[in-house]
């Protein structure tokens, strides 16, 4: 069974960082892109970041360009987020989703974790 | 940038209605579009990718079409379980999820 569960998550002062895990199983990990995705509090959905299979290429959302770093670890089927300087409109729930492997089929992330929430306040 | 305009934004409707809802992309996109649902609470569902897909396990009540800069999911017949909120997604390049559509009980 494929499985995707976030942690990490917490509360942050302005200014401050948190990493974010997205933990894999059921799937050969290295296989698939990953992404991130947030949702702030009764808000839609934000595309944050992705990165492709053995982690040379990533791509992030404007918002969180040179604050935030995705990047994997197939060893440990882990995916990680690294958010510094963070800020108050960064409070959301943050997803990670797995994208379809078929290489046609854009626009397809099949699995989503449950989702970890980040508050930053001071 | 490519900008994505879902609308309508909210609407309701009876079980056995048929709902559309629509994307349009401010540029041409091919067919690198998925829609999801996503209910209160939970994350978001893949019900297409590819603008016209149905991913595995989705009813065939749900179906995509369009490519280009003009794509809509249409619901033949609303059932209970279908009241949420959709979002279409288009993964040209920098991907971007549209504002989402809540379709409500009338």
């Known amino acids: 069974e494929v499985q995707l569960v976030e942690s990490g998550g917490g509360l942050v002062q302005p200014g401050g960082s948190l990493r974010l895990s997205c933990a894999a199983s059921g799937f050969t990990f290295s296989s698939y892109w990953m992404h991130w995705v947030r949702q702030a509090p009764g808000k839609g959905l934000v595309w944050v970041s992705r990165i492709n299979s053995d982690g040379s290429s990533t791509s992030y959302a404007d918002s969180v360009k040179g604050r935030f770093t995705i990047s994997r670890d197939n060893a440990k089927n882990t995916l990680y987020l690294q958010m510094n300087s963070l800020r108050a409109e960064d409070t959301a729930v943050y997803y990670c989703a797995r994208a379809l492997l078929v290489p046609a089929a854009r626009g397809g992330y099949d699995y989503w974790g449950q989702g970890t929430l980040v508050t930053v306040s001071s | 940038a490519i900008q994505m305009t879902q609308s309508p934004s909210s609407l309701s409707a009876s079980v056995g209605d048929r709902v559309t809802i629509t994307c349009r992309a401010s540029q041409g996109i091919r067919n690198d579009l998925g829609w999801y649902q996503q209910k209160p609470g939970k994350a978001p569902k893949l019900l297409i990718y590819?603008?016209?897909s149905l991913q595995s396990g989705v009813p065939s009540r749900f179906s995509g079409s369009g490519s280009g800069t003009d794509f809509t999911l249409t619901i033949s017949s609303l059932q209970p379980e279908d009241f949420a909120t959709y979002y279409c997604?288009?993964?040209?390049?920098?991907?971007?999820f549209g504002q989402g559509t809540k379709v409500e009980i009338k």
């Open positions: 997604l288009q993964d040209y390049n920098y991907p971007l």
């Open positions: 590819a603008a016209s």
